[in-house]
């Protein structure tokens, strides 16, 4: 059996595929090696997977693991040993979330590929490999146009008195936030992009308000600005997202990319369909 799992922070999707090539899937908690300790990941696969039943351990024969933060070879060799010893048949493969984008989105073909959630990324993808990259720089430094981004710029204009009266009515009696407390959470908090990141669903439900509107269309001008457009012959290539703000979003993220010139193909929430069909066509191992 094939095992599948693409991991984040926030959540990790699974796909399992029998020798009949039938598809089964489960959701567990989200692991991060720059967030979470090393020990969380086989506490989270054994509780929210094995132990439910849904997976037998010892017919799994490959296990494909993509995950934020799995680019480091000093990580990847730990997140493998974890996962040995959970699944003492498989052989593993360990690989970055951009590489899982890109192998769901390009079908095959040269692209590039971004990663537009709670955090970004991108990536040029040749069809087999990734062959250049702009370095993401993290919600501190960049991220523009992620959900970190949007919640950022959402908590400054409420507080900096940027917001439209009406709009800062509505966002105040909704949550009722303090200065000390939004810094509490941003700078001494667990998750700061994550927490950023949860304002964005305000964002969607104004999205009428035109203050909101520009927010996320600011945010994904500087996003293919500073991302997209500077790769080798942006304008001639496609591109492709995967992420919860690209998918709901994609109205926007479609007009700014035809005001800018250039060509947005494949959007989709979650990367984990198109691994399935890439791993059930073409094996790596």
């Not at 054994?46 to 351990?57: C, N, P, R, V, W």
């Amino acid at each position: 059996m094939l095992l599948i799992a693409e991991s984040g922070a926030t959540g990790t999707d699974w796909r399992l595929m029998d020798n009949e090539n039938t598809i089964h899937q489960a959701s567990t908690e989200g692991f991060n090696p720059y967030v979470h300790a090393m020990h969380h990941l086989p506490k989270m696969i054994q509780e929210g997977l094995l132990d439910s039943g849904k997976i037998s351990a010892e017919k799994v024969s490959e296990l494909y693991f993509y995950g934020a933060g799995c680019s480091e070879v000093s990580i990847v060799k730990q997140i493998k040993l974890q996962l040995s010893v959970l699944f003492p048949n498989a052989i593993i493969e360990i690989q970055h979330d951009l590489l899982a984008a890109a192998r769901a989105l390009c079908d095959g073909r040269e692209g590039i590929a971004c990663i537009l959630g709670t955090g970004v990324n991108s990536c040029l993808y040749d069809g087999q490999q990734i062959v250049e990259h702009i370095p993401a720089m993290g919600y501190a430094m960049a991220d523009e146009g992620s959900g970190a981004y949007l919640g950022k710029q959402l908590l400054n204009g409420y507080f900096r008195k940027g917001m439209p009266d009406t709009l800062a009515h509505r966002f105040q009696k909704r949550y009722n936030l303090t200065r000390a407390e939004v810094l509490e959470k941003v700078y001494r908090g667990d998750a700061p992009s994550q927490y950023m990141a949860s304002f964005s669903k305000f964002i969607f439900q104004n999205l009428k308000e035109p203050y909101c509107y520009r927010l996320v269309y600011h945010g994904f001008e500087t996003f293919f600005t500073e991302n997209i457009m500077r790769y080798t012959a942006y304008e001639q290539k496609k591109v492709h997202f995967t992420g919860s703000v690209a998918f709901y979003y994609s109205n926007i993220l479609r007009q700014v990319a035809q005001d800018k010139g250039i060509s947005v193909k494949n959007i989709t929430e979650s990367p984990i369909a198109g691994l399935a069909l890439y791993h059930r066509t073409d094996k790596t191992i």
